[in-house]
Structure formats: C-alpha cells, structure tokens
Nanobody, 119 residues
Framework: QVQLVESGGGSVQAGDSLRLSCAASGRTFSMSWFRQAPGKEREFVALTGWHDRTTVYAESVEGRFTISKDSAKNTVYLQMNSLKPEDTAVYYC???????????????WGQGTQVSVSA
C-alpha cells in the first residue's frame, strides 16, 4: 500500500492562502484531494495524474484552488487561494487506479490535515 502524508494545514482568515502537501511513498495512477467537514460526507476537491497534466476541480473551488505535483519528490500539492469559511474541513489526499470523483475508487489515503478558515 502506498503511504501518503499530508501537511500544510492551519487556521487562517477568509481571503488568505494555504498550500497543502502530500508526500507519497510511491506512485498511483491518479492523485486527488478530498475534504470532509463535520457531519458531511467526503467531498471531491481536485484530481490529477502522474502521467500527464490533466486536472479536474470541483465547482466550489474552481478558479481558487490549483493541484500540482513534483514528480522528482513524489509530492502532490493543493494551492488554496481566496479561502472561504466554507472551505473549513479536514483535507485528505488519495491515490487510485483511475480518474474518479468517488472516494470508493481510491485505495490509498493520507491521515488528513485540518484547514480552518474564519470570517
């Protein structure tokens, strides 16, 4: 199983930026970010792949978040700009065998990192 470790979360004010990192012990086909707020289901945020520059974003973050990767470091990033209180959640990176919005299609998960955005 590929090990994933997220970092970079924190507590910020609305309008601020954060960059999350996901360090991977190996490569899966796809890498995605999900988030989960208290009492809510896990929500797709963004995806990419190691083999190309394909990116897909949830409508709620389109234009504000950017997923990227550093292949030499086996690390995936989520740059989050113009943060809003509704972005508050635990953010997880995940690896899977195909592009998917469904968390059930991902077999490797990080431990999560908390992002809190105050108004």
């Amino acid at each position: 199983q590929v090990q994933l470790v997220e970092s970079g979360g924190g507590s910020v004010q609305a309008g601020d930026s954060l960059r999350l990192s996901c360090a991977a012990s190996g490569r899966t086909f796809s890498m995605s970010w999900f988030r989960q707020a208290p009492g809510k289901e896990r929500e797709f945020v963004a995806l990419t792949g190691w083999h190309d520059r394909t990116t897909v974003y949830a409508e709620s973050v389109e234009g504000r978040f950017t997923i990227s990767k550093d292949s030499a470091k086996n690390t995936v990033y989520l740059q989050m700009n113009s943060l809003k209180p509704e972005d508050t959640a635990v953010y997880y990176c995940a690896g899977g065998s195909r592009y998917s919005f469904n968390p059930r299609d991902y077999t490797s998960w990080g431990q999560g990192t908390q992002v809190s955005v105050s108004a």
